[in-house]
């Protein structure tokens, strides 16, 4: 069986504080993008993992494919499998392409061999992988809080819109990122502020990384005002990573701008 974990995009990240266990209490949207890698699970006579695309840094028996897997097999009994993963989004670029993949792994498992596991039991499984993992046993926007793993419905539709990613060939590690950040509460909650109008998400929809990061990587600054030079009605860094979005209300194709490094554009859903 196959499936797609997709990515997805932050609109808006505060870092509100951090925790006593060294993470930091966050609140930000995750909206699913389908720019996706490709999984396929089927039972076989012994495990075997393989996996393609994009390198993935790290021996293959430390993917969080694998995690995924080895937690349903101590609580499940899962049998042996045949695990492919072709890797087509990139990696340090704050889209969560590997949480997406545990996640589907968790999803398609549940399938295969028919578990019958709840929604609400696989995100306690997937949170167990990551802070954002939880986000991607469902394929709706969620508000997360917490670490990111505490989520919790919005109402938000961007079907319709056209998004424009883009991928730079500059990685910036989680550490990185939040060494640069110092916490506080904003006046407005993410919540509030996207149930305002799109057009002025500019200028009350923050990225709380943005600032350290821009400093420290000019480029990726300068991307995000590309995207509002060529008609972004939004556009911000997504989550901690390098990569940088633009919101357009109507279909563009501006691969001939970002012409250095990994480009995809689609619609929302």
């Known amino acids: ?18 925790r006593p266990d060294g993470f930091h209490h966050v609140e930000t949207c995750f909206y699913p993008v389908p720019f996706a890698d490709i999984l396929e699970i089927i039972p076989a006579p012994e495990f075997v993992f393989t996996q393609s695309g994009i390198a993935v840094p790290g021996r293959p ?27 087509i989004i990139p990696m340090g670029a704050g889209l969560g392409g590997g949480s997406s993949d545990a996640a589907f ?3 398609l498992l549940n399938t295969v061999f028919d578990l019958k596991i709840s929604i609400e039991q696989l995100k306690r499984y997937a949170s167990q992988i990551g802070s954002d993992c939880s986000f991607f046993v469902e394929d709706t926007p969620r508000l997360g809080t917490g670490r990111g793993e505490i989520l919790s419905p919005l109402s938000l539709h961007l079907k319709g819109h056209y998004l ?52 420290k990587y000019p480029l990726i600054g300068r991307l995000k005002e590309k995207m509002y030079s060529l008609g972004a009605a939004y556009a911000s860094m997504s989550g901690s990573g390098s990569s940088v979005f633009g919101i357009f209300e109507k279909p563009v194709d501006l691969k001939k701008d970002f012409s250095d490094g990994v480009y995809w554009s689609g619609e929302l859903k």
């Open 164 to 215: 424009v990613l883009i991928k730079p060939e500059v990685h910036v590690s989680t550490a990185d990122a939040y060494s640069g950040v110092t916490p506080q509460k904003n006046e407005f909650s993410v919540e509030e502020i996207l149930k305002l109008p799109l057009a002025v998400w500019r200028d009350n929809l923050k990225n709380d990384f943005e600032k350290s990061i821009f400093e």
């Open 61 to 87: 028996e430390e993917n969080l494919c694998l995690r995924a897997y080895e937690l349903l097999a101590k609580d499940f009994g899962v049998g042996n499998v045949k695990m492919h993963l072709h890797k």
């Open 105 to 107: 792994t968790l999803r």
């Open 1 to 18: 069986m196959v499936c797609f974990p997709h990515c997805k995009i932050n609109l808006g990240l505060n870092v509100v504080s951090k």
